[in-house]
């Protein structure tokens, strides 16, 4: 008996990445709920009159139809659901969406339901789409990419020291007070812990340090697992939000993007166009 098995399939996919292929064709990748990242071809996409044209552009939502192939997969149709305009008029947010969908390219696998990680990737480029001139790029980065890492299983500690498993509360009352975060060890290293063995007489080694996070970068890193961003008004203390204090939303940023790196021994080419953007933008 001669089981016939269906040369295609239906699902909803974002595209996260295009390029040119052959004459008039685009190979893009897709995110998919159902199967995770899918190559596939869309034939004649470049040219002029095609139906398929728009909807193989950065960010475009579709419901398709997929024809299997060898090598790649074929769309034969798509049927756009969603985009985010707003991305492509404004420089800055265009760059952050590009950085978020790199991230989500390096975190998602073939052939396996991500429907968290879709869900999750959408709404942070919704927010970017909306939020104002008035708010931190840095800080939705920031807390994109945090929420990311998460939910991949690798997100940093940042409540515990990873040595101890001791918890660290940020010190304000000490303009010196400073506390270490190394890759290798998946985050937070309370920094006293070597005064300590001094004092015993035990030798303690620490893991490298890669940054030393003052009370006010603590703070924020600690509130990045909440469903919306934090205010910083609402969680640092009075006494430090003068007019000279600039919130470290840049300095959080940087160092969730390294260690995303790191963690994925992978360099994000995206991050290029956002270190080269006029300060204006972010």
Avoid at 29 to 53: C, D, F, H
Avoid at 221 to 242: C, E, M, R, V, Y
């Amino acid at each position: 008996m001669n089981v016939m098995v269906s040369r295609t399939y239906q699902t909803t996919g974002i595209v996260l990445k295009g390029m040119p292929f052959q004459e008039a064709d685009r190979l893009v990748t897709l995110l998919s709920p159902e199967y995770g990242l899918i190559r596939a071809i869309v034939p004649g996409a470049r040219k002029q009159k095609s139906k398929l044209r728009g909807r193989c552009e950065l960010f475009v939502i579709n419901e398709l139809l997929i024809a299997k192939g060898r090598s790649l997969d074929k769309i034969t149709q798509a049927e756009t659901l969603e985009s985010y305009p707003g991305l492509s008029k404004d420089l800055g947010k265009l760059a952050a969406a590009q950085y978020l969908a790199e991230l989500a390219l390096n975190l998602a696998l073939d052939d396996q339901p991500q429907l968290e990680l879709y869900e999750l990737l959408n709404e942070h480029l919704r927010r970017l789409e909306k939020m104002s001139v008035a708010e931190s790029l840095y800080g939705y980065l920031a807390q994109a990419v945090f929420h990311l890492l998460a939910i991949a299983g690798i997100g940093p500690q940042v409540h515990c020291c990873c040595l101890t498993q001791e918890e660290l509360t940020p010190n304000f009352n000490d303009p010196n007070w400073c506390v270490g975060f190394s890759f290798d060890a998946g985050g937070l290293i309370n920094l006293e812990i070597k005064d300590r063995g001094k004092n015993n007489s035990h030798s303690v080694v620490l893991p490298i340090i890669n940054h030393k996070l003052k009370a006010s970068e603590l703070t924020l890193l600690q509130h990045l697992n909440q469903s919306s961003l934090p205010h910083p008004g609402k969680i640092l203390p009075a006494t430090i939000l003068d007019s000279h204090f600039t919130v470290p939303w840049l300095e959080v940023e940087h160092l969730l993007r390294n260690y995303a790196q790191y963690q994925l021994g992978r360099y994000f080419r995206s991050v290029t166009l956002i270190d080269n953007l006029p300060e204006a933008e972010f």
